[in-house]
């Protein structure tokens, strides 16, 4: 695999453009290619063989358009199919995403945690062992969060109705005293503004693209795969779905017009 190759990066939708765009900040010479399954969005409340089917499907058609590198930028999709796509295709690295309970569990002052994130990620044997691992001496209150997905696909980032299904799922955490809010699933980093609002200024507000973005350069490096060559690197979005519909919200995600969205058949 010549090192010039792409990145693949792949989410349910447009949520996953939250790690994009770190990994743009991160690896400014390096070719991505983001497909946003929006055929198939939201992924976690699907059945697990479904959405590992997805994994595997997506992340081979990434593959097919030479993408030296996948990027599963889903917490969904991470517990459905991570491991799965990993012993398929042992000869690709493949960077996953995780709630970020570890780096919680440093910063907490009150020694309680909350995590907002889909009832798949939440259920998950993946996120049970990292509060094993991670939740000693803290108390970690999860929250389920339904519609938040769509709010994001649906380019709603703020308003009325964005601001009280977030405090439906944000009151009941902050009334039992967390004092780090971890973001886990990707969409929501985009919820970011709205969220800080609600949770008031002593409330940290976690998420992981920064710390996947550097995950990503450490093994492309490990792997003699970093693109050395000069200049920066060219940005391909697709989606399963409409192209039109989908790159409003990209560009708006992207914060900067996208002017050509492909369909990937897949």
Not at 56 to 64: F, H, I, K, R, T
Not at 114 to 122: E, K, R
Not at 200 to 229: C, F, H, M, W, Y
Request: with cysteine.
């Amino acid at each position: 695999m010549p090192s010039s190759a792409p990145i693949g990066v792949f989410d349910s939708g447009v949520g996953g453009l939250s790690i994009l765009i770190e990994i743009r900040k991160t690896l400014p010479n390096e070719d991505l290619f983001y497909i946003a399954d929006t055929a198939h969005c939201p992924y976690g409340v699907k059945p697990v063989e479904e959405i590992r089917k997805r994994v595997l499907d997506v992340s081979e058609y990434l593959m097919g358009l030479g993408a030296k590198a996948i990027v599963v930028a889903c917490n969904s999709a991470c517990v459905a199919g991570l491991d799965h796509i990993r012993e398929v295709h042992p000869e690709i690295p493949i960077v996953g995403v995780e709630p970020a309970v570890k780096p919680a569990h440093d910063k907490t002052r009150s020694g309680k945690i909350g995590v907002l994130a889909t009832d798949m990620t939440l259920s998950g044997e993946r996120f049970s062992l990292l509060v094993e691992k991670y939740g000693t001496g803290i108390e970690v209150y999860t929250q389920p969060a339904p519609g938040l997905v769509e709010l994001v696909e649906a380019g709603k980032l703020d308003g009325a109705e964005t601001e009280q299904i977030l405090k439906e799922y944000l009151v009941p955490m902050l009334e039992k005293g967390v004092d780090t809010l971890v973001l886990g699933c990707t969409h929501y980093p985009f919820l970011k503004p709205v969220i800080a609002r609600l949770a008031g200024p002593d409330v940290a507000i976690l998420d992981t693209g920064a710390a996947v973005a550097r995950q990503t350069a450490k093994v492309l490096s490990q792997k003699q795969l970093l693109n050395e060559a000069p200049g920066p690197g060219r940005t391909f979005f697709y989606t399963t779905e409409n192209p039109q519909e989908v790159s409003k919200v990209i560009g708006l995600l992207w914060n900067d017009p996208v002017d050509t969205v492909l369909k990937a058949e897949v």
